[in-house]
């Protein structure tokens, strides 16, 4: 099955600097790469998604990129805010619709 | 939070009794998933359900039972708890095959 590997699993980082998490999957069919944000005491909550047929996409300060030949996809925020602190997970979804995750990233924004 | 609701938030066992977790949703959506959380090892997928009375087994599915009667409703059965099952566990729907997965708040689980 799908193994996907997210690094770093810690990341702290100056507030206004920015923040970048990587993954890489295994298998070269997987056509939908979605990442979440969990807070504490929470459910994970989807921040952005990018499909295969796309190479970058954008929302305000977050930006998610995909190398299909690589196999790796990145997260990245920009301008931190202490907000962003939380835990982000990406995942990769087969077209089975199968989603496997990473096993996450605790991303601490410093005052 | 997508209009879904786990119970209990929170659950203390002790080894060997019976355990029902609950998902209950309010988005008529086709597809429900269980899964557990664990340092170290992300969201890892028990069972999932593809439409009332169709279900079929994750990746981690040894130890638990589903069952979904009702579009809305979809239940996790420990069927004798042990202390590997401690854990969190998360409820999520999702449309439709190619949808966006939306997840519940969770419940944590002891057992001791």
């Known amino acids: 099955g799908e193994n996907v590997e997210q690094h770093p699993s810690t990341l702290s980082v100056q507030e206004g600097d920015s923040a970048v998490i990587k993954c890489t999957y295994s298998?070269?069919?997987?056509?939908?790469f979605p990442w979440y944000k969990q807070e504490l005491g929470k459910g994970p909550q989807l921040i952005i998604d990018?499909?295969?047929?796309?190479g970058e996409k954008k929302d305000q300060r977050i930006a998610v990129t995909l190398n299909k030949t690589a196999k790796h996809f990145s997260l990245h925020i920009t301008e931190t805010q202490p907000e962003d602190s939380a835990v982000y997970f990406c995942?990769?979804?087969?077209?089975?619709?199968?989603?496997?995750f990473g096993a996450g990233t605790t991303v601490t924004v410093r005052a | 939070d997508a209009g879904i609701t786990q119970s209990p938030r929170h659950k203390v066992t002790e080894t060997g009794t019976p355990v029902t977790l609950r998902c209950h949703q309010t988005?008529?959506?086709?597809?429900m998933y269980w899964y557990r959380q664990d340092p170290g090892h992300g969201l890892r997928l028990i069972h999932y359900?593809?439409?009332?009375?169709?279900?079929d087994k994750g990746e981690v599915s040894d130890g638990y039972s589903v069952s979904r009667s009702k579009t809305e409703d979809f239940l996790l059965t420990l069927e004798s708890a042990t202390s590997s099952q401690t854990s969190v566990y998360f409820c999520?729907?999702?449309?439709?095959?190619?949808?966006?997965?939306?997840f519940g708040n969770g419940t944590r689980l002891t057992v001791t």
């Open positions: 359900s593809y439409g009332v009375k169709d279900t």
């Open positions: 990018i499909r295969s047929n796309v």
């Open positions: 988005e008529n959506h086709r597809y």
């Open positions: 999520a729907i999702k449309e439709a095959g190619n949808s966006p997965l939306h």
């Open positions: 298998d070269s069919a997987s056509n939908y």
């Open positions: 995942a990769a979804s087969t077209p089975d619709y199968k989603l496997s």
